[in-house]
């Protein structure tokens, strides 16, 4: 009953941000039509060359359509953000369907955070996997993680967080996570409020592409954090752990010792490059928002846009 009575006085907005998923983002759709119907739909797509454009300006349950020039996550987010009218904001990665019960789990945690996430479940050949919530204490900060392709703000937080810092190419949902506990904002968890994937994701950075990885990584530590423990810990813990895995797969011979110098060395240069655009970025936003290149900051990257409200 409290949850019905939340859910008749919000208006919902969902972001979908696409690239190259037509037939992902198509059930992602068809999710959203069947139990979410009453919510502003949001696609923000680009760049793809797949069709999607064409197979979303033939659907009737899509309200703006957002093309945009550049691919990274982040980028993406922010343009459906500055579009969404909605008291509340969902992200919803385009190869993830939502489950029936999605929008009541949405709307209890609401009523406890401002913030609010759930677990993806995943069809395998041999069944399915989930995902527990995700917590770590840094410094002083309890940080809750949140999955970026599957989440909802209330308004004023976005506009507080200044949507996503546009730097990064990976891991902005995990910025932001940073940027919520040092505004000490809750993150609720939900299971009710639970997605499934049947396919991989595609598009974005690639996992492989470890200088991306490692540079996103030290350059969100140091800016949140400063030059610390706190900060350098994680980086190097992480460096470590994955050196070893590679080691090994040297020693085993499934891996080229030429490959592992390279990949060592791009890890090096990102968490050099990183670090020292983090430095930059403290420096340039010294509130606790810590968003220097954030929707305010941004130049619109919109090639076109369609709206059919």
Not at 28 to 54: F, K, M, R, W
Request: proline fraction near 4%.
């Amino acid at each position: 009953m409290v949850a019905e009575s939340v859910w008749s006085d919000m208006e919902l907005s969902v972001v979908v941000p696409t690239l190259n998923g037509r037939d992902r983002l198509a059930a992602c759709l068809d999710g959203l039509a069947a139990h979410v119907p009453d919510a502003e739909v949001v696609v923000v797509n680009g760049p793809s060359t797949d069709g999607t454009t064409g197979m979303i300006r033939e659907r009737d349950d899509v309200d703006v359509l957002v093309e945009v020039s550049t691919r990274t996550a982040n980028v993406s987010r922010n343009a459906g953000l500055e579009v969404a009218t909605g008291d509340v904001v969902a992200l919803l990665r385009h190869d993830l369907v939502v489950e029936s019960s999605w929008l009541d789990g949405l709307v209890d945690g609401l009523t406890d955070a401002p913030v609010v996430t759930g677990p993806t479940h995943r069809t395998l050949d041999g069944g399915m996997t989930t995902e527990e919530p995700e917590q770590r204490r840094i410094g002083s900060r309890e940080v809750t993680y949140f999955n970026g392709g599957n989440v909802a703000f209330r308004r004023p937080v976005l506009d507080t967080l200044d949507g996503f810092d546009e730097y990064l190419e990976a891991g902005g949902d995990r910025d932001a996570a940073h940027r919520l506990a040092g505004l000490d904002y809750e993150v609720a968890w939900r299971p009710e409020m639970c997605v499934r994937q049947k396919y991989s994701a595609d598009g974005g950075v690639a996992a492989e592409d470890r200088g991306v990885e490692f540079r996103s990584l030290a350059y969100r530590l140091v800016k949140n954090y400063g030059v610390r423990p706190a900060a350098a810990t994680g980086t190097t813990r992480r460096a470590l752990r994955d050196a070893l895995t590679a080691g090994r797969e040297v020693i085993r011979g499934d891996l080229p010792p030429t490959e592992w110098f390279a990949t060592g060395r791009a890890v090096v240069t990102g968490v050099a490059r990183g670090a020292a655009d983090g430095l930059v970025a403290r420096v340039k936003d010294r509130s606790p928002v810590r968003n220097p290149h954030g929707i305010s900051d941004r130049s619109d990257r919109a090639v076109a846009r369609y709206d059919w409200r």
